[in-house]
């Protein structure tokens, strides 16, 4: 599996926008990249995943490099529910294990009033 | 619109014990998927069922865990002869179709005294 490099955590203040970053050097052509969080004691929760466009969906951004080797998940006005883990993870669903997700360490994000 | 149940919500067993833990994915997903937290680590993929076939087995332990999806009802991951290591968060993901998002239940948590 294409391995994903996460920072540890990160802060923000609420109302201000989140760039949260992922590296995936290895990341090959058909891997989707998703995103999923974690609020405490709860699932995991789909954010958001794309291919090679920067898509928009009523959670969030994801703006994807020209050569896909990183990718940033945007949060464009931070909340206090936004406080969470954010895992970034590459999907091939061209092959079968594109049916598991594959967390990581994820990025905890703590969201200061 | 129901999402992804599982229950019980919590559960301690004795050790030499079995732990049985359902999952009613959400309505018209056929695709379930079984994951493991344990403390203080991230998400670990279990196992994948597609409606009464078990699709991907490669994150369960080859002893004592077994997991189903008959036509009619939950899917059900059981655990014979727990262990103290058995201890942590079992959560269950569905999907409509396979590679689609998937939607998180809140857990199981497991407690083996």
């Known amino acids: 599996d294409a391995k994903t490099t996460q920072p540890n955590s990160m802060e923000s203040n609420e109302e201000e926008p989140v760039h949260l970053p992922c590296n995936h050097s290895?990341?090959?052509?058909?891997?989707?990249i998703h995103w999923y969080r974690q609020l405490p004691s709860q699932g995991p929760e789909y954010v958001i995943h794309?291919?090679?466009s920067n898509v928009n969906n009523r959670m969030a951004s994801l703006a994807i490099a020209e050569d896909r080797k990183s990718s940033t998940l945007i949060l464009h006005r931070a909340t206090l529910r936004d406080a969470a883990v954010y895992y970034c993870?590459?999907?091939?669903?061209?092959?079968?294990?594109?049916?598991?997700?594959?967390f990581g360490e994820g990025t905890q994000l703590t969201v200061n009033p | 619109n129901a999402g992804v149940m599982q229950n019980p919500r919590h559960l301690v067993r004795r050790r030499g014990q079995e732990a049985r833990l359902r999952c009613s994915p959400v309505?018209?997903?056929?695709?379930v998927y079984w994951y493991r937290q344990l403390p203080e680590e991230g998400l670990k993929f279990m196992v994948y069922?597609?409606?009464?076939?078990?699709?991907?087995e490669s994150g369960m332990p080859k002893e004592r865990f077994s997991a189903e999806f008959p036509k009619e009802g939950p899917s059900i991951l059981r655990i014979q002869q727990v262990v103290r290591g058995d201890s942590a968060a079992y959560f269950c993901?569905?999907?409509?179709?396979?590679?689609?998002?998937?939607?998180f239940g809140p857990g199981t948590r497991l407690t083996v005294l």
């Open positions: 794309g291919l090679t």
């Open positions: 309505k018209g997903h056929s695709h």
């Open positions: 993870i590459l999907r091939d669903v061209g092959e079968t294990s594109g049916s598991r997700l594959t």
């Open positions: 290895t990341i090959s052509g058909t891997d989707y």
């Open positions: 993901a569905s999907s409509v179709r396979w590679g689609e998002e998937q939607f």
């Open positions: 069922l597609q409606k009464e076939n078990i699709i991907d």
